[in-house]
């Protein structure tokens, strides 16, 4: 034995200095950056985020109350990790992958804290069927099998990123194992099991980035119409309070064609998680027809919930999304608050009594931010498949300001930027996304698609439906001064076509049986006719129609109703035919 | 046996730093004897093995550096609770002030309170009725919600706590609700308007009061609201009670944790406020709700006034974030002299949509609620226009739609301080005004609703 060693386990225990909210300093272990401790005599988690002289910093996950200078503090000498395999679907984690129906039976109604939970199931057994023989070479990243995780959701049992896994299969097994149970083995002795962990905070590997060039669909008429989002793309919702963050946030986790959904709820109500989870076990995936919830995993560290806890929840969400990205499938990552997270790191920071960057946020914040979202993307796996992690971050800029550092630094790194405006909220507008500031730079490498599987007048329709909505806002600062009777009729009737797109279209009532989601041809549709209308109208108008008549035609009110009706193909059809047989009147 | 130090080294505003202590446990509860013998209490804000910072609730007037002995009690602060709480009046900081015994506790609890586990909570969906127009129809409260009334000075925000407080029930279920009232920093004066209105409704019999008075010391707010809180939970979850917990004035609670923050010598978030302020907030408002399995619920409507009625201040911004919703005083519906002078635009129940509809209150709810905002909105640009163009300018639409703005001012959020409107009233009073406007005007309303409400 080395001397090195000795002194290494000697100096994996250590002792409390320095207690100041969720920041406490050790004396006495030599931890690497970012190692988990126990701290105190209850064994509070704990991660060292900065190590000064004898000094260890360490942020604690659990409430730290009570804990005195000399409690011992117990280095594990490995990285905050999570557990991944068969089971996480259709659970509800806190911010560090501890189940919290469990520790509901472990400590009843409230999070009392020195409880560790493992993150799935260790009793429950799966059938696991093998797709390697006895002999085979394979590398990390081989899939060596599956479990049927759901029903009609098979889980790939992937070798981990980590060399040891190179070699011969020296043996595998078929039949029902728990997580822990071996498997099988290579010929160099790894044992191969269900699960494997992974350090939250490194990003999981794959071969290459690929195009996004797969749109997200959402089923909501204003994100997939004029500001899509591609598979594997990013995008972010700024919103002041009240504009519709989460419900829009909850809206895409329930009808986007994900496979996978992560949620997490970083900072946020506590009712809210709660109304999230009674809802996505009872709620149908459109796609699929099975529970919304057998394809969720939840993260959920409400704003009361520990803060250093918060500041690791976007982390663990991600791996989570990651392992399930390299077994080939579309994961869609919802983050709800982003900025709560970057307030819980900028508590940590002051606390560290660091330099603070603007607003007292820490100098490193836009790094974070910039990593975080680039572990999202397209790729080619190491087993050779396709999978992609689609970031969707909720911002919260104080005072809606969006000049603010974690709104700025986000837009430096997102493709897709949704802007809530309180004021089309204040008039129940929703989803309230302002039409003129959003914009998405997935519009150009999308277009292919759309054109190809939704219509050939796809972008064409759009782009022109953008032009009315942007001349209307030009007209309208003009009938602020004069009122509208005073413009010519071509602009009066520009505005009314821009009031239709906007009622007709952009509104969608996210509580609404049917109109909650919206398919890509009825989209399409909707769009045809309104602007049918337009095109017809302009005509008429050209031909000595009077404005009144046209703006008081009344088969074309009753295209509003076609969001709530579920066979619109009809109901359109006949609707075209209606406002032809008027404008037939004008001529 | 404790011992006793008499080690301090710095004191500073609120704060004392003393040194040469053994292990002392963070957020422990502190107990200061000064040279006159009175004793003052104080929580430890942060430990180390060299100096020990302590927190101190009566403000530290009189604390020298030689003759005043320091305790740490090894426990954290408590409360002593029981059902018979109720009907007492008690000091910010949990003792008896109304000349009565002290409470016999049945359990003593930590005021701190732990986090509910998200899983354990149960979603709120009761409507609860307050008899005021405006927050019922379009901005419904319901059981287990934390719902703000966000004010400005000299806007009546009082009355209307005061009137939900009296109003407020679950139509179908009789029973009332126990009220908690924290007051933190509020005047005499409006203390007694309180304690004079609870004495006549007889409200102060299911109520337990806190007060904390402008008078009083600042850091002893700091532990009001966990008071308060804590005796909810208790009547809540333990006697299945529900319960109404008031809290005024928060502006008054996050100046004092600014201060402390300063005295620390802590870097400062946005305008001077703690940049934890949202964690911290977040450990009083969260304290709301339902739980599965307990009969008992709390709701939650802390007031707070807005710094020169500015919304985007950290104080009402950070509130926002973390409530379900906000009411909106508007000082431009007081100056017309409308009582309650709630705005409805910028006001929002995030919990509205489960506790209405056909079985809770009536099916056109929703979309009576989303066609008044819709046509208010609306009607209330238009004003600006009018100050422009002259009402003659306008289309005749437009015209009906000025008028509306003017009449749901009037009719529908004007009552009186007393008027108890039930739903049904509410809705009716919304029909008469949408039937100013043309039926084929409302379209977000289902035709047949229209056919039902419109033509009667």
């Known amino acids: 034995m080395r001397d090195g060693d000795i002194i290494m386990s000697k100096e994996k225990i250590g002792r409390i200095y320095r207690i100041a909210g969720p920041v406490v300093t050790a004396t006495g272990i030599s931890a690497r950056m970012y190692d988990l401790v126990k701290v105190g005599n209850e064994k509070l988690m704990g991660e060292v985020i900065q190590i000064q002289g004898e000094k260890t910093t360490i942020q604690v996950y659990e409430d730290t109350s009570g804990l005195k200078p000399g409690e011992v503090v117990e280095n594990t000498g490995e990285p905050l990790s999570v557990l991944l395999g068969p089971g996480l679907l259709d659970s509800i984690y806190d911010g560090i992958q501890r189940p919290l129906p469990v520790l509901t039976k472990q400590m009843g109604e409230y999070i009392k804290r020195g409880v560790e939970a493992p993150g799935l199931n260790l009793e429950k057994k799966w059938e696991f069927k093998p797709s390697v023989n006895k002999g085979e070479s394979v590398k990390p990243g081989t899939i060596i099998g599956e479990v049927e995780e759901m029903p009609g959701l098979i889980h790939k049992i992937i070798l981990p990123p980590l060399p040891e896994y190179t070699g011969k299969v020296a043996e595998i097994k078929a039949g029902k194992f728990n997580v822990e149970e071996p498997i099988g083995k ?59 963050k989460t419900v829009a946030q909850q809206t895409l986790a329930k009808w986007s064609d994900a496979d996978i959904i992560v949620y997490i709820g970083c900072g946020e109500r506590g009712n809210e998680m709660t109304e999230v989870l009674k809802e996505f076990p009872e709620l149908k995936d459109p796609r699929t027809g099975r529970p919304l919830m057998n394809r969720t995993v939840l993260i959920a560290n409400t704003s009361n919930m520990p803060v250093a806890a918060r500041e690791a929840s976007v982390y663990t969400g991600m791996t989570i999304a990651e392992y399930y990205r390299d077994m080939g499938y579309n994961v869609a990552l919802m983050a709800d608050s982003t900025s709560r997270w970057a307030e819980a790191m900028r508590e940590i920071s002051s606390r560290l009594e660091e330099m603070p960057g603007e607003e007292g946020y820490p100098a490193y914040l836009a790094t974070r931010l910039a990593e975080f979202y680039e572990r999202a993307g397209r790729v080619n796996t190491l087993s050779k498949e396709i999978g992609s992690i689609t970031v969707i971050g909720a911002v919260s800029p104080p005072g809606g300001d969006f000049s603010e550092p974690v709104t700025q630094n986000t837009l430096r790194v997102i493709k897709t930027f949704w802007a ?39 972008v064409e329709m759009v782009n022109e439906l953008m032009a009315y909505l942007q001349e209307e806002e030009k007209l309208l600062e003009i009938v602020q001064l004069v009122g509208s009777d005073a413009l010519p009729a071509k602009q009066q009737l520009t505005l009314e076509i821009a009031r239709m797109i906007r009622e007709f279209f952009l509104q969608q009532n996210a509580f609404h049986e049917v109109d909650t989601y919206c398919q890509m041809d009825k989209m399409y549709m909707l769009m045809e006719t309104i602007l049918h209308y337009a095109n017809q109208a302009n005509l008429a108008l050209d031909q000595g129609a009077g404005i009144q008549s046209l703006i008081n035609m009344e088969s074309k009110e009753t295209i509003a109703n076609i969001k709530f009706i579920k066979d619109y193909k009809k109901e359109l059809a006949k609707i075209k035919l209606d406002m032809d047989r008027e404008f037939d009147k004008f001529r | 046996m404790l011992k006793e130090y008499r ?266 406020y703690p940049g934890y302020m949202y964690t911290d907030l977040a450990t009083i408002y969260e304290r709301a709700g339902m739980i599965h399995g307990k009969n008992g619920s709390i709701t939650q409507i802390p007031i707070l006034t807005m710094m020169g009625d500015d919304i985007t201040h950290p104080i009402p911004d950070l509130t926002g974030y973390i409530t379900e919703g906000q009411i909106v005083l508007s000082r431009e519906l007081h100056r017309k002299n409308i009582y309650p002078p709630i705005d409805i635009l910028p006001s929002l129940s995030r919990l509205m949509n489960a506790g209405i509809g056909p079985t809770k209150t009536r099916e056109d709810h929703k979309q009576v609620s989303d066609q008044l905002y819709a046509n208010y909105a609306e009607g209330r640009d238009l004003r600006g226009l009018v100050a422009i163009v002259g009402e003659e300018a306008l289309s005749d639409k437009d015209k009906k739609l000025l008028k509306f703005a003017d009449e749901f001012e009037k009719r529908f959020v004007r009552q009186g301080k007393h008027e108890d409107r039930d739903i049904k009233g509410t809705l009716g009073i919304g029909w008469d005004l949408m039937r100013m406007m043309p039926k084929k005007d409302l379209i977000r309303i289902k035709p047949e609703f229209k056919d039902k409400y419109y033509d009667k």
């Open chain 2, 7 to 272: 080690t301090i080294t710095k004191v500073a505003g609120p704060l004392i730093f003393t040194e040469k202590t053994d292990a002392v446990g963070y957020a422990d509860l502190v107990q200061i004897k000064l040279s006159d013998g009175s004793i003052k209490m104080g929580q430890v804000l942060d430990t180390s093995e060299d100096i020990v910072v302590v927190q101190v609730f009566e403000g530290t007037r009189g604390i020298d550096r030689k003759n005043t002995w320091v305790k740490f009690l090894g426990d954290t602060i408590k409360l002593n609770v029981s059902k018979n709480m109720l009907g007492r009046i008690l000091s910010g900081a949990g003792k008896p002030i109304d000349g009565g015994p002290e409470v016999i506790p049945e359990k003593k609890l930590d005021i701190t309170g732990a986090a509910i586990n998200p899983y354990s909570r149960k979603s709120p969906a009761e409507f609860i009725q307050t008899g005021i127009s405006t927050i019922d129809a379009c901005n419904t409260l319901v059981r287990g919600q934390k719902l703000p009334i966000f004010s400005g000075s000299g806007l009546p925000h009082n009355e209307i706590a005061l009137q939900i407080a009296r109003q407020a029930k679950v139509p179908g279920k009789e029973q009332a609700f126990a009220v908690i009232f924290a007051a933190m920093g509020i005047t005499n004066e409006e203390a007694q308007y309180f304690m004079k209105d609870f004495e006549q409704t007889g409200a102060l019999q299911r109520a337990v009061v806190f007060l904390n008075l402008a008078s009083d010391p600042a850091s002893e707010r700091l532990i009001t609201p966990r008071m308060a809180l804590t005796a909810a939970e208790y009547l809540a979850f333990e006697h299945d009670m529900h319960v109404l917990v008031i809290l005024t004035d928060l502006t008054n609670y996050c100046e004092s944790l600014r201060e402390i923050g300063a005295a620390r010598e802590e870097i400062p978030g946005r305008r001077g």
């Open chain 1, 420 to 458: 809530l405006d309180p004021r089309l909220a204040q008039r129940r507008h929703f989803p309230a996304i302002n039409w003129l500031t959003s914009y998405s730079l997935y519009k150009d490498t999308l277009e292919n698609w759309f054109v190809d599987n939704v219509g050939a007048r796809w």
């Open chain 1, 186 to 244: 290579l010929d160099n002795g790894a044992e191969l099991k269900l699960s494997q962990k992974w350090p939250v905070r490194t990003p999981r590997k794959f071969t290459n980035k690929l195009q996004a060039e797969v749109p997200f669909i959402t089923g909501q008429r204003i994100f997939d119409a004029l500001f899509p989002l591609a598979k594997g793309g990013m995008a972010a919702i700024p919103g002041g309070f009240g504009t519709g």
